[in-house]
C-alpha cells in the first residue's frame, strides 16, 4: 500500500518562504512523477508542479518564478520550494505521484496521479 505524508505547511506572511515536503512509502514503489496541486475554499483542485524521475518538470504560470520543485529518489521525497508568497497562495496542499512516466503537457493532469494525500494547510496573511 503507498502512503503520502505531507509536511511544511503553515501561517506566514506575504513575502516569505514555505518548504514543503511530501514522502512517500510502499513495498517497490518508486514513482515516475510527483506532483503538488492545491485548492482554496471554493475554488476548484489546481496543479501547482510536477516533476518527472528521470527529467521533466512543469510549473503552474500562477507560481512560475516562485515557487520550484524537486525530488530526491533515494528517499522518495518531493519538495515544494514557496517564496515570496502571496495572499492568494492559500490553499490546502496535495501531494500526488504517479506510477507511469506521463508526457510534459500532462502532468498537470489529476489523472496522470494514483495516490494522493491528506493534505498540508499552508496561509498567506499579513
Known sequence: QVQLVESGGGS???GESLRLSCVVSGRDFSPAVMGWFRQAPGKEREFVAAIRRASGTSVAD???GR???SRDNAKNTVYLQMNSLKAEDTA???CAVGSSRP???AMGLARSYD???QGTQVTVSS
Do not use: D, E, K, N
Request: proline share 6%.
Open 12 to 14: 506566514v506572511q506575504p
Open 115 to 117: 495516490y494522493w494525500g
Open 103 to 105: 508526457i510534459i503537457s
Open 67 to 69: 515557487f520550484a520543485i
Open 62 to 64: 500562477s507560481v512560475r
Open 92 to 94: 490546502l496542499y496535495y
